[in-house]
């Protein structure tokens, strides 16, 4: 069993809870200022994109407290986890790439990528929930500005850089033997500022070796520089866990919190530097540049197999941007134009198993010009070129088909991709209309292959990158009280990269199809009531060769979400969250001839009161203990589905108090 995380979350406390006085309110920005769409701050008025955004309020509001679980409610916006209630190797899916989420939904800290450049997950852990201001969803390909892995959208996760002088603490105790702790503090001047968030947890897990901890250390720190500033983020985490494993039909069906390997864990643990500089060159020229580092190392030790992993991965990147105002005459017209540079490479070792080396150079240009042709009017147009350059190599070793030679490969692609949009919006209206293509190259991981005859290792250099088109209609309104947000999208793609089990490698898809709606509206329906509604119809399809017409597996065609929110002023605020996720087909199942995998509805609710300076909120979460499953396929050496089970009902207590 891993050593328990305690004494850091110990050092964490003692650290913020001697802390000055401080103003606990921060400061939020408003609600129409996004990031993602430019790469700088603007009014959304002019993006031609489906894009919603989760403030802290929402933050505050949601009985989730993983990051990823924040998500689920939106429209086109699927979330999964195999294992637990923390959110460690959950996977964010927009627009329905099933299997290939991962590969295709970008992840983004600040504008800065999570996505790792094998087939990790994201490090979720290295970002406490309390350092988040606001969430940027942008669905449909974010391709442009941020290249490789954002055909399905991006999310872009903002966090708290205000200097307000504050610091505050949080404290709570949970069923399964839950424990968090979490921690604020930030200071400031007319110098500069400095913050910092830090984040414990700790749950004993609802399934048999689903126990989970985790530590994270991050923050900001600022000096101005007229009127800009130069800063370093930072951030250090520490996760672990057991691995439950899958469960056969059975098992599942008989109890649900048994696990098929009790002894299997994980360790993950790294840190991420990133220096960079915000300044205005002029009144209308601006720069914005990023050097990043960041590091993971990880630790399996998988029992069940008699098999240990350690794998290792370091990623640098630099990523300078231009905002240039400079108009179009008499119009209104402004240009962003940048680089960014990813180097990575990942060092794999196992005990039963060949040691693995792979590199990946990503080098990219991107263009993009806003330009306001009447009042309300806007065009966008951009380009992007992007080459990557990877290799892999494996050592010689003795497997299950007897020696096996070594294997080293490389390969290097370029891909252009082109996005254009018009957007037109009036008093408490806006309608947009964008078109363009998307590209995904293959990561590290998928470079590995065997030839299904010998067994013998192979480099995958026959893998295509992936390419596509999409188009995309929508817009947004506000008459009083009631707001609303709908888009219609279709997305084409050629060579979609996916691991196909009947052959045991990786390969690229016959044609696919993506194509839905998306709609989501808000009502206040009183000063004190909110309601929110989202609705998401996704049909993910092969488009040619033997399997025309049927269904991507792992996509529900339908998905909705409610949310009520009474604000009882000092009798407390009350949240319930019932979210719907449809049926959908097994992993693998590409033929469409199995069961699908069933529907299922969960229900949470929240209460909070505020007594200040303290604060205490209350969570039950899957409310009427709903057995079901987000991730399930089928073993054709077993001749049977397996499951990984979701989390049966549990509760969550917090108190949290700021210093004043």
Same mark, same amino acid.
């Given at each position: ?44 008025? =002019? ?52 299997? @290939? ?5 970008? #992840? ?32 449909? @390909? ?5 290249? *490789? ?39 400031? =001047?007319?110098?500069?500022?400095? =913050? ?113 992993? %350690? ?13 240039? %105002? ?48 009447? @009042? ?42 082109? *996005? ?45 990158? %992936? ?79 033997? &399997?025309?017409?049927? %269904? #991507? ?38 033929? =469409? ?40 396929? &089928? ?26």
């Amino acid at each position: 069993m891993q050593p328990p995380l305690t004494p850091l979350a110990a050092a964490l406390v003692l650290a913020f809870a001697t802390a000055a006085q401080a103003d606990p309110l921060r400061a939020e920005e408003p609600d129409a200022v996004i990031v993602t769409a430019s790469r700088f701050k603007e009014s959304d008025t =002019n993006v031609p994109a489906s894009v919603s955004v989760i403030t802290r309020d929402d933050i505050r509001n949601t009985p989730a407290y993983d990051l990823p679980s924040m998500l689920k409610g939106s429209a086109g916006v699927g979330v999964r986890a195999l294992t637990g209630s923390l959110g460690i190797d959950a996977t964010v899916d927009i627009r329905g790439f099933g299997e @290939a989420a991962g590969s295709n939904t970008l #992840i983004l800290l600040d504008g800065q990528r999570m996505n790792p450049i094998d087939s990790g997950s994201v490090s979720w852990s290295a970002i406490p929930l309390d350092s988040v201001q606001r969430i940027e969803i942008q669905r449909g @390909a974010g391709t442009v500005m941020y290249g *490789d892995k954002a055909t399905g959208g991006v999310v872009n996760i903002i966090t708290d850089k205000s200097g307000t002088p504050r610091a505050g603490i949080t404290v709570g105790l949970g069923s399964s033997d839950t424990q968090t702790v979490s921690a604020n503090g930030a200071i400031g =001047n007319e110098a500069g500022y400095a =913050n910092a968030f830090a984040g414990y947890s700790h749950t004993g897990g609802w399934r048999q070796n689903s126990q989970a901890e985790l530590a994270a250390l991050s923050g900001r720190g600022a000096l101005y520089v007229g009127q800009g500033e130069a800063f370093l983020d930072y951030a250090v985490y520490d996760n672990r866990s057991g691995q439950p494993g899958a469960l056969l039909r059975p098992a599942y069906l008989a109890n649900p919190q048994s696990s098929s390997y009790p002894n299997d864990s994980q360790n993950s643990n790294g840190y991420r530097l990133r220096p960079g500089v915000a300044l205005p060159i002029t009144d209308t020229l601006r720069l914005e540049a990023e050097v990043s580092y960041d590091r993971q190392d990880q630790h399996a030790d998988y029992v069940s197999f008699g098999s240990k992993a %350690q794998r290792v991965r370091d990623t640098w990147s630099v990523t300078p941007r231009l905002r240039w %105002q400079h108009g179009f005459g008499s119009l209104k017209s402004e240009t962003v134009a940048g680089l960014d540079y990813y180097s990575g490479q990942v060092d794999a070792n196992y005990s039963t198993a060949a040691t693995q080396e792979a590199r990946q150079t990503s080098t990219g240009a991107y263009i993009q010009n806003v330009t306001e042709w009447l @009042a309300g009017l806007a065009s966008t147009v951009g380009f992007r070129s992007q080459r990557v350059d990877q290799s892999a190599s494996q050592d010689a070793y003795n497997g299950f088909y007897g020696l096996q030679p070594a294997m080293n490969g490389s390969a290097d692609y370029t891909r252009n991709a082109w *996005d254009l949009g018009l957007s037109y919006a009036g008093d408490g209206w806006r309608t947009y209309a964008r078109g363009g293509t998307t590209f995904r190259f293959a990561n590290t991981d998928e470079l590995f292959s065997y030839d299904p005859f010998t067994g013998n290792p192979t480099f995958a250099g026959n893998l295509k990158p %992936q390419t596509g088109t999409l188009g995309e209609i929508g817009g947004s309104f506000m008459i009083g009280p009631v707001s609303g947000r709908a888009a219609v999208y279709r997305i084409d793609l050629e060579d979609e990269i996916v691991y196909d089990g009947a052959v045991f490698s990786n390969v690229n898809l016959d044609k696919t199809r993506r194509q839905g709606v998306e709609l989501e509206g808000d009502w206040r329906i009183v000063p004190s009531i909110f309601l929110r509604l989202t609705y998401t119809y996704a049909d993910s399809t092969f488009r040619s060769g033997p &399997y025309t017409g049927n %269904q #991507i597996p792992l996509v529900p065609t339908n998905k909705a979400a409610a949310r009520l929110t009474w604000n009882g002023a000092q009798f407390g605020t009350y949240t319930a969250v019932v979210n719907y996720v449809g049926s959908q087909y097994y992993s693998g199942d590409f033929a =469409n001839a199995l069961d699908k995998l069933p529907g299922y509805t969960t229900a949470d609710f929240m209460a909070s009161w505020n007594f200040k300076p303290w604060s205490v909120t209350a969570r039950v979460l899957n409310a009427f203990d709903k057995v079901y499953s987000p991730y399930a396929g &089928y073993s054709a050496f077993q001749s049977d589905y397996y499951y990984y089970p979701a989390d049966g009902r549990s509760f969550l207590m917090t108190a949290s108090y700021n210093f004043r």
